[in-house]
């Protein structure tokens, strides 16, 4: 009986501490998420749903996009973070917009007065946490 109320006490502090250290409020949850790459990797569903343009046949706008998912390990070993940093979205520069949805929250970029960039990321809220669940990439 005193082991599993050790057992209980002990998923109850795991779980708060890990409510603690994910800001609750998107847009805190989203300037931390936009800057610590381990953050960012620990908040994304695997595997991430990934869908962007089928650029194989680009001369047929009718052809149905590619739909790719993302395992950890290749966001892992690209080290290149998925979501763009501070400091991507402002040399390149990127117009970042976010909109409530039903299911959570879309934050969408977009390079001004050019189609060559386009992506939105869609989060949802999963226990106490955010997580990015799918990226739509509209580039050309």
């Given amino acids: 009986m005193y082991r599993a109320l050790g057992i209980v006490s002990l998923l109850l502090a795991t779980n708060s501490f ?13 300037s931390q998420f936009e800057s610590d790459s381990s953050f960012q990797t620990a908040q994304i569903r695997f595997p991430l749903k990934w869908v962007s343009p ?7 706008p009718d052809t149905p996009p590619l739909t790719l998912s993302v395992t950890k390990a290749k966001v892992i070993s690209s080290k290149t973070p998925i979501f763009p940093t501070v400091d991507d979205q402002r040399s390149t520069p990127l117009e970042r917009k976010i909109k409530i949805t039903k299911a959570g929250y879309v934050v969408r ?6 189609d060559s960039r386009s992506i939105e990321f869609e989060f949802s809220k999963k226990n106490s946490c955010w997580q990015l669940v799918s990226v739509h990439d509209f580039s050309l």
């Fill in 109 to 114: 970029f977009d390079k001004p007065d050019s």
């Fill in 18 to 30: 890990a409510a603690t250290s994910c800001p609750g409020a998107f847009r805190a949850f989203l």
């Fill in 54 to 60: 089928n650029r194989a046949h680009k001369d047929f």
